[in-house]
């Protein structure tokens, strides 16, 4: 069964940090690119972050470079996404995607 379980979101201050997990099984996750999305309350679902098979290759949307950093770890199966420098417009439905599926999703709420 294809999968994709996420941890580490909850409500944090602005400014603060955060780092999200999301664990693939039933999948070849070591040779595919990996994704984290976000939906806001009434907007869209939106591309945050991507990252190829080995790690080497990543792209930011313009609104969380220099302060979100997506990685993986392949022997462990899971990718994260660490963001710092915490903004009340960060608050949103965090998504990790790949091997055509996504996860279930995870809120995170930035406010003090």
């Known amino acids: 069964q294809v999968q994709l379980v996420q941890s580490g979101g909850g409500l944090v201050q602005p400014g603060g940090s955060l780092r999200l997990s999301c664990v693939a099984s039933?999948?070849?996750?070591?040779?595919?690119?990996m994704s984290w999305y976000r939906q806001a309350p009434g907007k869209e679902r939106e591309l945050v972050a991507v990252?190829?098979?080995?790690?080497?290759?990543?792209y930011y949307a313009d609104s969380v470079k220099g302060r979100f950093t997506i990685s993986r770890d392949n022997v462990k199966n899971t990718m994260y996404l660490q963001r710092n420098s915490l903004k009340d417009e960060d608050t949103a439905v965090y998504y990790c995607?790949?091997?055509?599926?996504w996860g279930q999703g995870t809120q995170v709420t930035v406010a003090s």
């Open positions: 995607s790949g091997g055509d599926t």
């Open positions: 039933g999948f070849a996750f070591s040779r595919s690119g």
């Open positions: 990252i190829n098979t080995f790690g080497e290759s990543t």
